[in-house]
């Protein structure tokens, strides 16, 4: 047996938050111990000694495709390229933030920075309740023959250059599955709030999940707070954030008035990270948040 070699890789681009299905041609699969792009780990399944798939990781830029087996790993000039940029700090503003600890390529890779900036902005929506992207959702709810449909999804309303919920479609499904979407005209018809529609004229059909819809939400700009708030996330200690001689927060726990020397969180009072800094910003936005409970 001898080392991989890789030949190439489809498609050659994804996006930076990773997740793109790739196919990845080469020799000596059979015995394929570790697939890395851009030196961080991708699943992957063999298919055959000359063929593999894998999921990309995170990554940033165009980064290296490499499969190891047994008796070694491949060395071929094959790349897989990261489109976009993230949303709350690129690499370079992470590396410009903490001078002192980030700017070690070495010891924090651009992947490993771009993998940490997906998963801060997802807790970062998870708390707050809204897309700090654009994004785009296909959903499916219930019409009751009224002319109003409440969003899962809005648009915040402290962005400060908000851009209205974009509807792509709205399908009635029948009974016998039959879809029927509305016409450019009664698309037309629909008027878009930031956390519902509403029809001019004519009633959303009875009916469980009858209707689907397809439409794009989200901030549009992200505010310069939220942004610093993950950048101040990135520097605490793992796992929430990168750095692990970070030195921990003193915080009140709220029991004796004692002040402890750790991190304390209790997401029920709004102490996700354990920072006031942090935390407080995300109370806030939050609080601005008027999500409709409609499941």
Do not use: C
Not at 114 to 136: N, Y
């Amino acid at each position: 047996m001898a080392a991989p070699t890789v030949t190439s890789v489809t498609p050659a681009t994804g996006t930076y938050a990773g997740g793109t299905a790739v196919l990845v041609v080469g020799t000596n699969f059979t015995t394929a111990t570790a697939v890395t792009i851009g030196g961080q780990s991708a699943d992957f399944e063999v298919s055959s000694a000359t063929l593999l798939a894998a999921t990309t990781p995170a990554g940033t830029g165009a980064s290296q495709v490499i499969v190891t087996n047994p008796d070694g790993s491949s060395s071929d000039d094959v790349d897989f390229t990261y489109t976009g940029s993230p949303a709350l700090f690129s690499v370079t503003e992470a590396r410009a933030y903490d001078k002192a600890q980030l700017t070690s390529a070495t010891t924090y890779p651009s992947a490993t920075i771009t993998a940490k900036e997906v998963d801060i902005r997802t807790r970062f929506e998870r708390i707050i309740g809204v897309a700090l992207t654009s994004t785009t959702s296909t959903e499916y709810y219930d019409g009751d023959g009224s002319d109003t449909l409440l969003l899962k999804h809005h648009m915040p309303y402290a962005d400060e250059t908000p851009s209205p919920v974009t509807l792509t479609s709205v399908t009635v499904i029948d009974t016998d599955d039959t879809e029927t979407a509305f016409t450019v005209a009664e698309l037309a018809d629909v008027v878009k709030y930031p956390y519902k529609l509403v029809r001019r004229s004519g009633y959303f059909d009875i009916g469980d999940r009858n209707i689907k819809v397809v439409y794009t939400h989200g901030y549009s700009t992200v505010p310069t707070e939220i942004q610093n708030a993950a950048l101040q996330v990135l520097l605490l200690p793992p796992p929430d954030g990168l750095v692990p001689g970070s030195a921990p927060s003193m915080v009140i726990d709220g029991s004796d008035g004692a002040i402890n020397w750790s991190r304390i969180k209790d997401p029920a009072r709004g102490k996700w990270f354990g920072s006031e800094a942090i935390d407080s910003i995300l109370r806030y936005h939050r609080s601005i948040e008027k999500v409709p409970v409609i499941w």
